[in-house]
């Protein structure tokens, strides 16, 4: 005989939950009567005239902004064409300068375009002393400026 079979005969097949008579019968009413009232419905208020045309308003401000962009990006790709043979007045002005008047204290220069000038413009350390007031450390007093030539084979 199997397991189940044995509980079935030992303890029978009622579950021993039973439902009171009647139960379902009103079990709606009491259920409705157990709730809190409902709240009614707010009324809708009437939409003021701005309220009503808000959202049109808001569409027209932004189709006109696309076409203000489309107008500007339109007259500047519409415009003459820079060229370096055309070019328009402010550039032509700017093209004119020369860079070493607009920037006289900065120069395009490698380390050793700086040292080829300093050593042809100074034969020791001590003109270069007194031209910019520097007071070299004494290591550095015995070191001998060589000529350095502009080929730059023979460095």
Request: charged share 25%; aromatic share 14%.
């Amino acid at each position: 005989m199997r397991q189940e079979d044995q509980l079935k005969e030992k303890y029978g097949t009622d579950p021993g939950f039973r439902v009171p008579d009647g139960y379902f019968d009103d079990l709606n009413a009491r259920i409705a009567a157990s709730l809190p009232a409902y709240p009614e419905a707010p009324k809708a208020t009437d939409m003021s005239v701005w309220q009503r045309i808000k959202p049109y308003v808001y569409m027209a401000a932004m189709f006109a902004g696309i076409w203000l962009m489309m107008q500007v990006f339109h007259n500047v790709t519409s415009s003459e064409s820079l060229s370096l043979d055309n070019p328009p007045a402010a550039i032509a002005q700017a093209l004119e300068f020369d860079q070493e008047e607009i920037y006289p204290y900065f120069t395009i220069a490698n380390d050793y375009e700086l040292e080829e000038e300093v050593s042809a413009n100074y034969d020791s350390i001590e003109e270069f002393e007194q031209d910019f007031g520097y007071n070299l450390k004494p290591e550095f007093a015995t070191i001998e400026v060589d000529d350095v030539s502009h080929n730059p084979a023979s460095v």
